[in-house]
């Protein structure tokens, strides 16, 4: 019986398929987005707001004890 979306999803980003995504998502902020905001093509006002929501998913997701493989 195949799992429901949600499940895969939990799933792969419980694998190391989420951390590469993490790990993209944060090199896309340090080396586009947030020199685009100190050059002033993109407010900066959402952008620290959207950061922070972005760390506390990461926080909630990864910090879960994991079994020693």
Not at 13 to 34: E, K, P
Not at 47 to 61: E, K, M, P, Q
């Amino acid at each position: 019986m195949p799992l429901p979306l949600v499940a895969r999803a939990y799933r792969f980003v419980r694998s190391d398929g989420g951390l590469t995504i993490t790990v993209a998502i944060l090199a896309l902020f340090l080396f586009a987005v947030h020199p685009m905001a100190e050059a002033g093509a993109i407010a900066t006002g959402w952008l620290d707001v959207v950061f922070a929501v972005f760390l506390i998913a990461c926080a909630t997701l990864f910090l879960e004890p994991r079994p020693l493989v």
